[in-house]
Structure formats: C-alpha cells, structure tokens
C-alpha cells in the first residue's frame, strides 16, 4: 500500500506508499473518548514518536511544520507506517500478515479506551496514546487506515485489481484521505469545503503513488490500474504484465497520471486555508505530487520499468512553484 502522509505526504504522503475494510480488521466501534478512562502519567522519551527513517517523496514534520505538532504528526506517521509495513515488508505469508494486523488494531482499540498496549508495539502505541489524549484524534479515521492495509493484502494474495474507478476511490478514502483529514484535525481546521479539498489532495497522492510505484507493484502482484481504464486504452493484460510500453499502455498510464493531476488541481486551494507553517508545507506536498506527474508523464509510459524519484533539482523547482501557487 502507500502510506501515509498532506497526508500520506506528510506521511506518506502517506507513504513511501500509502492500503485499505476487511473482516480480519474489524471496522473501528465508537470507542470512548480517549480520555474515558484513568490513564498512567507517561513520561520521557516513551512517549515521543520515533524519527522518520524511510525514504518519503515529501516533507513528513518537516521544519516548516509547526513546533508544536511535530510529534503529534510524527506520532501518526509511525502508526501508520509501521501498520504499512506489517502489510507490505519482508515475506510473511498473507494469514500472518492479517493476524498482526488484527492484533494491531486490538491495540488501537485499547490504547483509544485507556488501556495499555501490548508490548509488541509500544514504541508506536505511546506516543500515539499521548497524541490520543491531548488532541482527541478521531479513532475510526485512525482503524480506516487498517482497513485499507488489510485490503491491500486479500487484494495480492488473491491477485485481484480493481474494476473501475469507482472501487480504487473508495480505497483511496480509506487509505490515504483519512491522513489528511487528522492533520486538518490538529490544525484545528473543521470546515467542510477544506475537508473535500484534503481529500483530494490525498486521493491524488495515493494515485501519483501507484503510477509511480507501477515498475515495483505489477512484479509483486498488486494491480491498481482499473480493469475499465485498461479497456477502455485496450491495454492488454499480459503486455502490462510483462512491463511492456506499449502504444496503449502509454495512454493508459497518460490517462491515470491526467485525472491524479485533476484531482491534485482541485484539492489545490486547501494551500490557502491553512495558517503560517502548515499552509506552506501543503504547497510542498501539493507541488511535490505535481512533479512525480511530471516525471511520469515524460517517461511516456516508462514507469512501468522505471520508478521516477525526486531529485536535488526537483526540490528546486517544487520550492519556485510552490512560492507563486
């Protein structure tokens, strides 16, 4: 999947990939306030949230996040983060895979009701319990996110795409939209029309992710070039498996990397509506999916054997555009 991050960006954004409901991941109960029930004083380094370590494509806390939310984003970014891991690293078979993950929502749902985590995860549940309690963090937000990784692994152990459109945008609101709106939450930013506008930011994000990522999911199996798309270019399956830039796969990847942009260009205004630090952290992450699309487009298609990255240079030119949006 993709993380994290304005969202998956500055998370995963988010990351660097950003997954999605599920009957191993039970859907989130309306768990009590997080602050329901005694908690234990928390003190010193346990509750801070580890550093960022994987490479992301945009500024996850970065300076010109505010001071004082640093930690409560860098403490969501490891939650999700390492539930992306638990989905998506290493060779665990697909059972393994569900079970942690069910584990690891049994430990959101406790840490959310007051309750201490299991040992396996305190590193990530600690910080995140403070971050619970001083900001009251809307929960289900935090377990759609282990829905859409637990999603991402049924949809490769079945090696399964998606039909349409339709079905990846309701992934995308499960995998990566939830991201933007609980950074919204800590800027205090509540208004329906910015909510809409993180939302597409982030569905955007989500799906520069997957024409960016094509090159590394399509060998491991993970499909997320719509089934309707793919006809609709008459795309053959077995020359998208074999990674071969056909005429049609070309417009295909053209054609998916053209409605990220438009769904990057609506979430754009959001860039406006978020004070100070926070609004021109957005214009990073806004300018940094842009740039991605950029390099996809100029590949013509090579993404599928070329994963493209961004570069001292593309900082740059991310920072120009970013001062004139």
Known sequence: MRSPP??????????????????EVPPAAAPAAATSAPQPPQHGAATLAAPVTHYENFPVASVLCPPHLRQPIAAIYGFARTADDIADEGDAPAATRLADLADYHADLMAVAQGQPPSPRWASVFVPLQAVLRSHQLPVPLLADLLSAFAQDVEKTRDAEGYADRDELLDYCRRSANPVGRL????YGVTDAKALQESDAICTALQLIN?????????????HYLPRADCAAHGAC???LLALRNTPENIRLITGCARWARASMQTGAPLVHRLPGRAGWELRLVVQGGLRILDKVDALK??????RPRLHAWDWCVMLGRALVM
């Open 210 to 222: 997957f024409w960016q990522d094509l090159s590394v999911d399509i060998p491991r199996g993970r």
């Open 6 to 23: 304005p969202c998956q960006a500055t998370i995963r954004g988010v990351n660097d990939r950003p997954r999605p409901p599920t009957p």
């Open 237 to 239: 399956q077995a020359e």
């Open 301 to 306: 298609g090579g993404s599928l054997h070329t």
């Open 183 to 186: 950074l919204l939450h800590l």
